[in-house]
């Protein structure tokens, strides 16, 4: 682009303007001298009428350069787009043999860590929930052993929420409420809602897993939507479905007529395949026996007493038959034998002892620890581990997905069927994940594998959305069968709330995926993820609110009577229905809103921005920092800082006039410095 810019020189006759043509270019620029008549060009006398010619300045080389700018804008980037992984490397036809050898073995070495790091992946997952068993196991059974809270739906909702937040397994939680309807102490109607909390509080695992991924904007972006479109989805479902299911019981009646309808028996139980790869290294580090929640949370007293961490392995139950002494013979076991020996009344009993055979071989089964204690090594063990390998993976998967695989990859994960069967490609993908889940049996294991391939761009999130429905039905496939591993006395109740877990699921999926303008959950993940990507910390709060403050709350409504719930919980709800209306009708149809309703402005600006909030944040997260600095190191960076902008305003672009224009008595006119 040629640019032409008047200076000012002078010559023995006087003062001239000249034109000197510039081409914009990386490279120097060539002046081409035009002269001219001595008269200022009719914009500069305009603006500096009546001023001499010696105070006219020539027009700076920034502001043409300004201009030059902002006639070619440039497109902004969607950051939603996936990345392009490109092949930086040598092409494999231009390797000699020695290269291609060397690249297959790194290909091969680099595979082999990547198998590992997801074995370890899965195991720290494993061991963080034990060791959120270990810190909220016996809470967690304490939880639900007021029946009179569970028969609040809204009650047990937020009770299945905390209880698997706290153990960090549905598959756990779903036990202990099997467990406490086996036993005669909860109804399956009661049940349902505690199974919904328990959907909710299974996808905080992936949450967690996105927030490591915080160092890379973008990449945090992609993979905190990618792992809270689950959250989206389950807590829309329940905001649905619960209303539903206590107003009609629709999921007990319909899962009722299924067990009714068929003859079901016993079955075998369910497979473990990936316990089987994960226990040889698990079952060294902790064991834990989980049967003292389920007691705790059906009533036994002496389940209080004992410790979560298992010491003996192998034990065996023998059963003899002793003699006691009872008060009378109206005390004696029906059909034993009953006799008198003195003043005491003698009769015979069966009772069952534990003999311990063989002690277990994780490295806690000598050590005299509290369960909290042994549980915070653990826990942060096992953050340390998860954050590692998942750091290790990214990158892995970085350096691996480049060229032609990575197109492949892309292509293969995210690409549609053609026309006319394109819709067919969302229910394939919930098969898969339904597959997949199924084989790893663990919904947390899944979605936490596939989070940190939607942050680095490989799978996109509209992709990764059906991947996640389908772990919710696969998650719910492995506790069916389980069900039917039960003893016959509690197959039944067993088996419907797996049920209520599996059409839960179906039924959230025909609320939130069929129609496309009807998967909302991707749009307030896609919301969710810019807001996080701007203010990082809002993560750790979105966590902290959704996952613990406000089951916390909703509990202790709850257990202060219905009357304090509904009192309180209804205004929330319908200030915070307004709330989102105004939001969707300032930025759609804003004319329909009185004029102070069309903005937040007329409020605090706290109460409707970040900004402050960030600020306090990020100068409470530097407080010890800028504390600990010293008045010599703060002077030193400014003089440093002023030194560098010396260095860089020498180095800048000057433009000198002409001095083939120029005589050598006359005084030089002062250079442009940009």
Known sequence: MQVYIRHLCASSTGRFWTNVDHTLTGQAMAPTPETHPATPPPELDADHAGKDATELEPPSYTSVIAATEESEPEEEEDPWDLPELRDTGVKWSDLDTRGKVLRVLKSIVKFVLLVGLLYLFVCSLDILSSAFQLVGGKAAGDIFQDNAVLSNPVAGLVIGVLVTVLVQSSSTSSSIVVSMVSSGLLEVKSAVPIIMGA????????????????????????????????????????????????????????????????????????????????????????????????????????????????????????????????????????????????????????????????????????????????????????????????????KLLNSMLKGQVAVVIKKVLNTDFPFPFAWVTGYLAILVGAGMTFIVQSSSVFTSAITPLVGIGVI?????????????????????????????????????????????NICGILLWYPIPFTRVPIRLAKALGNRTAKYRWF????????????????????????????????????????????????????????????????????????????????????????????????????????????????????????????????????????
């Not at 392995?313 to 059909?335: E, H, S």
């Not at 311990?356 to 826990?379: E, Q």
């Not at 991947?467 to 069900?483: D, E, H, K, R, V």
């Not at 672009?653 to 250079?671: F, G, H, Q, R, S």
């Open 199 to 394: 959907n909710i509080g299974t996808s905080v695992t992936n949450t967690i897993v996105a927030v490591m991924q915080a160092g890379d904007r973008n990449e945090f972006r992609r993979a905190f939507a990618g792992a809270t479109v689950h959250d989206f989805f389950n807590w829309l479902s329940v905001l649905v479905l619960l209303p539903l299911e206590v107003a009609s019981g629709f999921l007990y009646r319909l899962t009722k007529l299924v067990i009714d309808s068929f003859n079901i028996e016993t079955g075998a139980d369910a497979p473990e395949l990936l316990k089987v790869i994960t226990e040889p290294l698990t079952k060294n580090i902790i064991e834990l026996d989980t049967s003292v929640i389920r007691d705790i949370a059906t009533g036994d007293p002496a389940a209080r007493n004992k410790s979560l961490i298992k010491i003996w392995c192998k034990t065996q139950k023998v059963t003899n038959l002793v003699n006691i002494t009872v008060p009378g013979f109206a005390n004696c076991t029906p059909d034993a034998l009953c006799w008198e020996e003195g003043d005491n009344v003698w009769t015979q009993q069966n009772q069952t002892e534990t003999i311990n055979l063989k002690k277990c071989t994780h490295i806690f089964v000598f050590a005299d620890l509290p369960d909290l204690a042994v549980g915070l090594i653990l826990l942060a063990l096992s953050l340390l581990a998860l954050c590692t390998c998942l750091i290790l993976i990214v």
């Open 460 to 504: 996109s999130i509209e992709r990764a959305y059906p991947l996640t429905l389908g772990s919710n039905i696969g998650t719910t496939t492995t506790a069916i069968l389980a069900a039917l591993a039960s003893p016959g006395e509690t197959l039944a109740n067993s088996l419907q709330i797996s049920l209520c877990h599996f059409f839960f």
């Open 539 to 674: 993560a750790a709060l979105y966590l902290f609110l959704c996952f613990l403050l406000f089951p916390l709350s909703v509990l202790g409504l709850s257990i202060a009577g219905w009357q304090v719930l509904v009192g309180v919980g209804v205004p929330l709800l319908v200030f915070a229905i307004i709330v989102v209306i105004v939001n969707i009708m300032q930025k759609r149809c804003p004319r329909f809103l009185p004029s102070f309703l069309r903005s937040w402005d007329f409020l605090p600006k706290p109460l409707h921005s970040f900004k402050p909030w960030d600020r306090v944040v990020t100068a409470s997260m530097t407080f010890c920092r800028t504390r600990c600095c010293c008045c010599c190191k703060c002077c030193k960076e400014k003089e440093d800082k002023e030194t560098d902008d010396m260095k860089t305003k020498d180095r800048s672009l000057e433009m000198y006039d002409n001095p083939a224009l120029t005589i050598e008595d006359e005084v030089k006119i002062t250079a442009t410095h940009l």
